[in-house]
C-alpha cells in the first residue's frame, strides 16, 4: 500500500513560507491569509512531530528538520511543475528555466540565442534577468550564470572565463577633460554600479589610486546603464571585455588609461544544482555555452581551469 502523505494543502504552505521567508508573503502569493499559512504549517508539524521553523518577531528560518523537508518538497514541486508544462507546451519541448544578469544578457547572450535555437529546436529557454546572484535555496531556477565563487558543495560550477575591469569614457568627455594619469579620475564623475560596487575599487587598488570614491557619483543597477550613461558623457564608467568590446571597437567608449586593467579575482561559471547536473536540457544548454565562449576570442581564459 501507498504510505500516507502529509496534507498537501499544508506542504504548499509550508514550500511558499520557506522559500519567501515569511507567512504573509506566502499568504499572499497562496491568495489565504498569513493566518491560514500559519495553520497549515502547524498541521503539517502536528503530522511530523517536528518543529520546522524558527519563530521570531521579526525572522522565520527553518530548523534542520526545516531545511531538510524544504529541500525534497521544493525538488519534487519542481520536477511536477516541468512535466506539467512539458505536457501542455505547444511544441512539446523542455523549458530549460535560466538566470543570467541583465546586461550579460543583452550584451552577450541574445545576439547568441539563434544560434542555440537552431542546435536545438525542441529545448526552449525561460531567462530570468537580475543583478543579483541566484539563491538556489528560494528562486525558482534550475541554473545560472554566476560571477563569482566556487561556495556550495551542492552545486555544480562549469568554469567559462575571467575578466578584467577598467575605466572608460566616451570621447566626448575626454575632450572637456583629458585623463593623463589614473589618478585625474579624482576630477570627473565616476559611474558606480551598485550591484557590484567592490569592482571600482579593484582597479583602484591595482592602479594605486587612493582619494577616489567610487561611490559619490551616479549609481546604476546594471552595468548596462553605466555603460550607456558614459556614452552620453556624463562620467567615467567601469568595463568588462564581455561588457563593452562592441563599444570600444566602434569607438563610442575609449579606454583612457590602457593597456592598464585589473584582474577581476571573480570569474564566470555555469551553475546549477548537483541532482540537475545530468539533465539533458542543462547539459544540452553547458555544452553549447562553454563552446560560444570558447569561440568568442575577446574573453580570457585561465589555463588553471581549463586544466582543472
Not at 175 to 200: F, G, I, K, M, Y
Not at 292 to 306: C, I, M, N, P, Q
Amino acid at each position: 500500500m501507498r504510505r500516507p502523505l502529509p496534507p498537501l494543502n499544508a506542504l504548499k504552505s509550508f514550500e511558499a513560507a520557506a522559500r519567501l521567508g515569511a507567512f504573509r508573503a506566502a499568504g499572499d502569493e497562496l491568495c489565504v491569509s498569513h493566518s491560514a499559512i500559519s495553520y497549515h504549517v502547524k498541521q503539517l508539524e502536528k503530522h511530523l512531530g517536528l518543529s520546522l521553523f524558527h519563530r521570531e518577531p521579526r525572522a522565520l528560518s527553518l530548523t534542520p528538520a526545516g531545511r531538510t523537508l524544504y529541500a525534497t518538497v521544493r525538488d519534487a514541486f519542481t520536477r511536477i511543475a516541468d512535466t506539467a508544462e512539458r505536457l501542455v507546451a505547444p511544441r512539446g519541448g523542455d523549458v530549460l528555466t535560466l538566470q543570467v544578469y541583465s546586461t550579460l544578457t543583452i550584451r552577450w547572450l541574445i545576439p547568441r540565442l539563434p544560434a542555440f535555437e537552431a542546435a536545438h529546436p525542441h529545448l526552449r529557454l525561460r531567462l530570468m534577468t537580475s543583478q543579483w546572484d541566484v539563491d538556489f535555496g528560494r528562486d525558482d531556477v534550475e541554473a545560472c550564470v554566476l560571477f563569482g565563487y566556487r561556495h556550495y558543495a551542492d552545486l555544480d560550477y562549469t568554469y567559462l572565463f575571467s575578466s578584467h575591469v577598467f575605466p572608460v569614457a566616451s570621447p566626448a568627455l575626454l575632450a572637456r577633460a583629458p585623463l593623463a594619469t589614473p589618478a585625474d579620475l579624482r576630477t570627473v564623475p565616476l559611474l558606480q554600479v551598485h550591484p557590484s560596487r567592490n569592482d571600482w575599487q579593484v582597479w583602484l587598488d591595482q592602479a594605486g589610486v587612493g582619494d577616489v570614491d567610487p561611490d559619490a557619483g551616479l549609481a546604476f543597477d546594471s552595468y548596462d546603464h553605466a555603460l550607456a550613461t558614459a556614452r552620453q558623457g556624463l562620467g567615467v564608467a567601469l568595463a568588462m571585455e564581455v561588457y563593452a568590446a562592441d563599444e570600444l571597437a566602434r569607438g563610442d567608449l575609449v579606454e583612457p588609461f590602457a593597456p592598464l586593467r585589473a584582474a577581476h579575482p571573480a570569474d564566470w561559471w555555469f551553475v546549477c544544482r548537483r541532482e540537475h547536473v545530468a539533465s539533458p536540457k542543462v547539459r544540452a544548454f553547458r555544452e553549447w555555452l562553454v563552446a560560444a565562449v570558447a569561440a568568442d576570442a575577446r574573453l580570457t581564459r585561465r589555463t588553471s581551469e581549463l586544466d582543472a
